[in-house]
Every structure is written in structure tokens, then in C-alpha cells.
């Protein structure tokens, strides 16, 4: 199997709310990304909500921005179109991808 080596995979996990559909079936919420390496834009992404339609909604949502410049108008783009309850769960997995991806191109320094 090739390997493209100009992206990267990265996941973000935050725990769930009580009393969502997802609960039932994860513990916790995840957004995986995947990342393109030079300039950090999100290729393709999506998050682990209990329909493949809200999973494919974050995916489409967060779709082209990049990492390089901060998360801001990736939690703006979740707080103004998702109107579910997993929002402070997708925002706080958002986060912690982020934090992630920031290490990566820290130990690349």
C-alpha cells in the first residue's frame, strides 16, 4: 500500500453529554480529521454522533479551514450551525485536535 506523506490523521476526543443518542454507543465524542501536512487545512473530517448525517454535517462544516489559523472559525462555524446537543462535546473535541496538531508541528521543529 502507498503512503501520501502529505497528509496526517488526527482525532480530537471530548466526553458526551447525558442524555444523547451517541451515549448509548461511545463514551465519548471524537472529530477526526484528516490534515494536510504543509498547510494544515482539513481535508476531511467527521465525528462520532450517533447519525451518519451529523457526522457527515461536521465533515462538510469543517471542510477547507485551516489549523494554521487557530480554531476560532471552527467553533464559530459549530456554535452558529449545529444545533444539537453535542455542541460543547464537538467544540471540546475540536479543541483537543487542535492541541494535538500543535504538538505534531511542534516536535517538527
Excluded: C, W
Excluded at 484528516?34 to 451518519?52: H, N, P, Q, R
Excluded at 455542541?87 to 487542535?98: E, G, S, V
Amino acid at each position: 500500500m502507498e503512503f501520501n506523506a502529505k497528509t496526517m490523521f488526527i482525532a480530537g476526543h471530548a466526553r458526551l453529554p447525558q442524555g444523547m443518542a451517541a451515549k448509548s454507543v461511545y463514551e465519548t465524542l471524537t472529530i477526526t480529521a484528516e490534515v494536510d501536512v504543509k498547510y494544515g487545512v482539513i481535508l476531511k473530517a467527521s465525528a462520532t454522533l450517533a447519525t451518519e448525517h451529523g457526522s457527515d454535517f461536521i465533515g462538510r462544516l469543517l471542510r477547507g479551514t485551516s489549523l494554521q489559523d487557530g480554531i476560532d472559525e471552527q467553533i464559530e462555524a459549530i456554535q452558529t450551525y449545529y444545533r444539537g446537543k453535542a455542541t460543547n462535546a464537538l467544540i471540546a473535541a475540536m479543541k483537543d485536535l487542535d492541541l494535538h496538531y500543535k504538538q505534531i508541528k511542534a516536535a517538527e521543529k
